[in-house]
């Protein structure tokens, strides 16, 4: 008895083993998918953050029911992936900007598919400045009236994000900066509440910070709403030298 086991015992792991061994079939993902997220209001890619927003894609063809993935949208706000099985999917655009609608892609075929999307984003940043004043930093900027006021969230604050390299944003900054109560306006409040100026844009919002001499950074503003993602809209980006001592 004792014998027969031991035979089955070997017999078993023998297929498991081989079991194993088996080539696996199946092709690496190697279809590419890509785009542009677009600002409806001046027609060019929207002012982002590296990594900050994304293009949410699900593969309907795989699944009923499928785990979303995540396609980072870059500074010069396009996005790309080249690594996606072919299949239908469902792909929308989630960031600082008005919902946008999900529609459906057909990726596969070995060619690469494009889809842009025209986004219309909650805020406008205008009449951003940087400039050096002995040794801090100022920046400032005012905000223009939303694209679209009906509805809105409240602004929740505006400041402004640097760094030593051409990547600045919430999401790729010099931490000191970020997280100091007095480099933050808050604002909480909706458009209709905000202080403005007598051409109906916002009061100017200015910002003093101690910088090193002999550095050079780069440096923005950013603005974001109390929306499911709490985002920001930005400025574009200044460089900055500071004069050695």
């Not at 409040?189 to 550095?215: H, I, M, N, R, T």
């Amino acid at each position: 008895m004792k014998k027969i086991f031991y035979i089955m015992s070997v017999c078993a792991a023998a297929f498991m083993a081989g079991s194993c061994m088996e080539i696996d079939n199946f092709d690496a993902p190697d279809q590419h998918f890509t785009g542009r997220i677009i600002d409806s209001t001046t027609g060019e890619n929207i002012l982002a953050d590296q990594g900050e927003c994304h293009v949410r894609i699900w593969e309907k063809s795989y699944s009923l029911n499928p785990s979303p993935q995540d396609i980072p949208v870059k500074q010069d706000g396009a996005y790309n992936n080249s690594k996606l099985f072919a299949g239908t999917y469902d792909v929308v655009p989630e960031g600082a900007w008005w919902p946008a609608d999900t529609v459906r892609v057909g990726i596969g075929g070995g060619k690469t598919v494009t889809q842009n999307f025209e986004v219309t984003p909650y805020l406008r940043l205008i009449d951003f400045d940087a400039k050096i004043e002995n040794d801090s930093l100022v920046v400032s900027c005012r905000l223009d009236e939303p694209p679209v006021v009906e509805g809105m969230p409240n602004i929740m604050d505006i400041r402004p994000f640097l760094s030593l390299n051409q990547f600045c944003g919430a999401a790729n900054c010099i931490s000191h900066y970020s997280t100091i109560d007095a480099y933050k306006k808050n604002i909480n409040a909706k458009w209709e509440k905000v202080k403005k100026l007598e051409d109906g844009k916002s009061e100017v919002y200015q910002f003093k910070l101690w910088v090193k001499p002999g550095y050079t950074y780069f440096v923005r503003m950013g603005a974001r709403v109390k929306d499911t993602f709490q985002k920001y809209n930005y400025t574009e980006i200044k460089k900055v030298e500071v004069p050695a001592e």
